[in-house]
């Protein structure tokens, strides 16, 4: 199939790659003329596991970029993979969306390339239930457009997890296909058929109307959300009574009712997805006159636990005026992205105990830079250690666990892990925040 995907960041390159190396001719649309650029020539404008192979394989042939729209009308289908950020009061802000519609519409209306059917715009990115069918079609029917003779919609959520989306599109546990039009669910079995010919298992299909299929995405991430902040309400509470979090989930997680997964307690969640969807989804709920307690719940737990984590730091060492060590930025391990990290809140506690934090990640601290241009950013983690007071650990990278010597260099050999990665050994102060 010929598709076209509005949107280059993580969702629109993954997916766009992903589809390319199913066979499909993709190509995406961005405003931003280095992020096309960099597609044309093979090269991807993010960090993702397996992304970069797949984009250099197709990026110029199979896997496409450009700012135009005018491709839109040529293609069989078009997904609108743009971001829907937080505003103020934790509802999504729809602009870059009702833009890429409009814009979907706009080309369709000049289309001149002949097609008879309606062409299909596909809802990818995390929208709030009915939001397809309310103020996405009203946008793409903007220009003049008539939905069902000229457009069809449809929300096709994705279940990627940032550190291994590549992995996850190919080997995914369930496909949703959100529409009330047959033609639409015919075009979205066809997209996804060279999936179901290379994988291994049967892929669980749910075909439902389109605002249930919005709900469904929101209500995967508001209950994964839900029980990392569990586990972690669990885990300070063992923290209390000096009994081990990880023994005591191990053991939960044999009941089948419940699972191994999300069990790993620690300083909290962070990323695109499930602050930002659980605060929409509670802010969506409000505006509908229901306040969902165990949501506010969720995110009230997650939001305490980077200051647990400074005040284990402050029962064994001096914060102010002494070098801190921050291992890990990014949100989590095999990403560079840093929308609503741990880290942030971490650092901004630390700098108002007047810290000298000193920060280290293998990928992500350029973009942090941006955020926090005035702390200190080194190229090693043993780099950052040398004369610390104090380290905390916050995000998982696996080279973390092979530090030894390395804490032999703090004046103060005091760490704090927030994720159960460093190795407990002699001669450092260590607590687990949760264990």
């Known amino acids: 199939m010929d598709i076209s995907i509005v949107g280059s960041g993580y969702v629109g390159t993954t997916v766009a790659a992903c589809f390319a190396d199913l066979g499909h001719t993709v190509t995406t649309i961005d405003i931003d003329d280095s992020i096309v650029a960099a597609i044309e020539e093979g090269d991807t404008p993010i960090h993702e596991p397996g992304l ?7 990026g110029g042939d199979r896997l496409r970029a450009t700012t135009a729209y005018d491709i839109v009308p040529e293609t069989d289908l078009t997904m609108l993979a743009l971001p829907t950020p937080s505003q103020d009061d934790g509802s999504i802000d729809l602009q870059y969306m009702k833009a890429g519609a409009e814009s979907v519409g706009e080309a369709l209306k000049n289309n001149n390339s002949g097609q008879p059917d309606p062409h299909l715009i596909v809802t990818k990115s995390t929208v709030i239930p009915t939001t397809t069918d309310e103020q996405l079609a009203p946008a793409i029917a903007h220009s003049g457009l008539d939905r069902t003779q000229d457009f069809l919609v449809a929300s096709n959520p994705e279940f990627q997890r940032e550190g291994s989306a590549v992995v996850d599109f190919l080997n995914p546990h369930k496909l949703v296909f959100g529409t009330a039009d047959e033609r639409a669910l015919e075009l979205l079995h066809e997209l996804y058929e060279p999936l179901h010919e290379q994988a291994d298992d049967n892929i669980s299909i749910v075909e439902t109307d ?13 209950f994964l959300a839900s029980k990392v902040s569990l586990i972690n309400d669990l885990g300070n509470v063992c923290k209390e009574f000096d009994v081990d979090t990880y023994e005591v989930a191990n053991a939960i997680g044999l009941d089948d009712r419940i699972g191994a997964r999300f069990l790993r307690s620690g300083v909290g969640f962070g990323g695109s997805c499930f602050p930002k969807d659980t605060n929409a989804i509670i802010a969506a709920a409000e505006k509908r006159g229901y306040t969902p307690p165990m949501l506010n719940a969720a995110l009230n737990v997650n939001d305490t636990q980077p200051e647990r984590l400074l005040e284990l730091l402050k029962k064994h060492t001096t914060i102010t005026d002494h070098r801190i060590a921050v291992l890990g930025l990014a949100f989590k391990p095999g990403t560079d992205d840093i929308r609503h990290t741990r880290a942030a809140p971490v650092i901004d506690r630390l700098c108002d105990h007047g810290a000298d934090v000193v ?55 005091v760490v704090i892990d927030g994720r159960r990665i460093v190795n407990r050994r002699d001669g450092i102060t260590y607590e687990g925040l949760t264990w």
Request: charged letters at 25%.
């Open 52 to 58: 970069d192979e797949l984009v250099a394989e197709h």
């Open 359 to 413: 920060a280290y990640d293998p990928v992500a601290m350029t973009n942090m830079r941006e955020q926090y241009p005035e702390i200190t950013y080194v190229e090693t983690a043993a780099d950052a250690l040398a004369d610390a007071y104090g380290a905390v650990v916050v995000t998982g990278w696996d080279e973390f666990a092979a530090l030894d010597t390395e804490f032999d260099t703090m004046t103060n050999s």
């Open 210 to 222: 389109v605002a249930a299929a919005e709900m469904i995405k929101y209500g995967n991430n508001a």
